[in-house]
């Protein structure tokens, strides 16, 4: 059994007759962007930055009850997730698929493989040349996957994790990357001057002019002697010898240079492109820039994954019982030393963290009994501090012997009235 038989032997047809799906906004298919982006190394080394980044996200299934009590979900589902969604992948290079078509292609696809009891059971990521959106008389959606081997399957809309960027023209899919095109072409004019700078600056190096009358074959046997004695690497000399029969000419060649401020105009506007700083790019960040980067990088692209994977595994009343799907990165390990032992130091005493979790944050493995929280004892319930008031305000009437007697403190012996 091959891979694509493995992935999509079980899909079953279509139960009613499909035609092509009527989208708002025009156009109902899907078709690699032929723009070859991911062969420019600027393109390439920002999309590498952002995926391997956002692969780190950590899968899981989660259950939320009404009473803000938040529970681990099914085990096999966190696995699935966490470890190993298909059997070809890991988790991480899954997600690394993903967001690297998410922001070559603007639209990232994944099959969600499902058992005989609709139980997922493995995660896809798909690589498709083109994708067409189909309707069945019944309104559901389906998709037509064609593949660069020219094999194709029609999967339902509904088990496909579909992750969009530049959600504007379509209401199905995001617009393509043209407005990167001009950019891109810049880059790739910028190598080809520096390649053609070099080959310029290597070509003619001078010339060799006979000072008395030969025939072609003299001449090319006089320039070939001279390139092996003289203009040969070994020639470590640097000094050249001619009769008064020959002259050499040098020809200084100055090839055009690329201003380095061009270059980095045009690296600037594919990096905001992709909303990435260079910093990121070449690991250079310090604890803002990354702060800036997880918030309006990774974040939405957590967030967007949180809500697809949840909406896709679960129907609506497994949803109305608080199953859903959460991706999330500790992002405090990327911050330093000192903001970890400042971030423990103050939110600790406040019973906010376990021993475990506060070792976690300083990369340190957990102990034993590590699971416990630590409290301070300036810190109290509010429930319990307003029994305190009260118990102390009570306090000072018990020790003067306000107990309900009299003026006279004789429980009322000269208090009532004579007969």
Excluded at 116 to 131: M, S
Excluded at 372 to 388: F, G, H, P, T, W
């Amino acid at each position: 059994m091959n891979i694509f038989q493995r992935i999509f032997g079980r899909v079953k047809p279509p139960a009613r007759e499909t035609s092509r799906a009527e989208i708002i906004g025009g156009g109902n298919a899907f078709s690699a962007w032929s723009g070859n982006a991911y062969s420019n190394d600027i393109f390439r080394s920002a999309v590498d930055a952002i995926a391997r980044n956002a692969a780190k996200l950590k899968g899981s299934h989660i259950i939320k009850y009404r009473d803000h009590e938040q529970v681990t979900g099914d085990c096999k589902l966190n696995r699935l997730l966490q470890v190993e969604p298909n059997p070809y992948m890991s988790a991480f290079d899954m997600l690394y698929k993903l967001f690297t078509h998410y922001f070559l292609y603007n639209n990232a696809f994944a099959y969600i493989q499902k058992d005989e009891r609709g139980q997922c059971v493995a995660v896809f990521p798909l690589n498709p040349v083109h994708a067409e959106f189909l309707s069945d008389t019944g309104g559901a959606l389906y998709v037509r996957f064609i593949f660069s081997g020219g094999r194709e399957v029609i999967l339902p809309y509904a088990d496909i994790v579909h992750l969009r960027r530049n959600f504007n023209g379509n209401d199905i899919l995001g617009d393509p990357n043209d407005a990167l095109s001009p950019a891109l072409q810049l880059a790739h004019a910028q190598n080809e001057g520096i390649v053609s700078a070099i080959k310029t600056g290597a070509s003619i190096r001078g010339i060799l002019k006979r000072t008395q009358l030969a025939n072609a074959d003299i001449l090319k046997e006089m320039r070939e002697n001279f390139i092996q004695d003289y203009l040969n690497i070994n020639n470590n000399g640097g000094i050249a010898v001619l009769d008064s029969a020959a002259e050499y000419i040098p020809i200084d060649n100055k090839p055009y240079a690329i201003d380095e401020k061009q270059m980095q105009a045009v690296k600037t506007k594919i990096y905001d492109y992709l909303g990435v700083s260079e910093a990121i790019v070449n690991s250079s960040y310090d604890e803002n820039q990354w702060a800036a980067f997880y918030e309006s990088v990774i974040e939405p692209l957590a967030l967007q994954l949180s809500l697809e994977f949840t909406r896709k595994l679960f129907n609506d009343r497994e949803r109305a019982f608080g199953n859903s799907i959460l991706f999330e990165s500790g992002r405090l390990q990327f911050t330093s030393n000192a903001t970890k032992v400042n971030l423990i130091r103050e939110i600790m005493p406040m019973g906010l963290l376990t021993v475990n979790q506060a070792l976690e944050i300083l990369n340190l493995p957990s102990v034993s009994g590590g699971d416990r929280r630590i409290q301070s004892l300036n810190y109290v319930d509010a429930d319990k501090a307003e029994e305190y008031q009260l118990a102390k305000a009570k306090a000072p009437a018990a020790l003067n012997g306000d107990t309900g007697a009299g003026a006279d403190g004789k429980n009322g012996e000269n208090g009532g009235t004579q007969a």
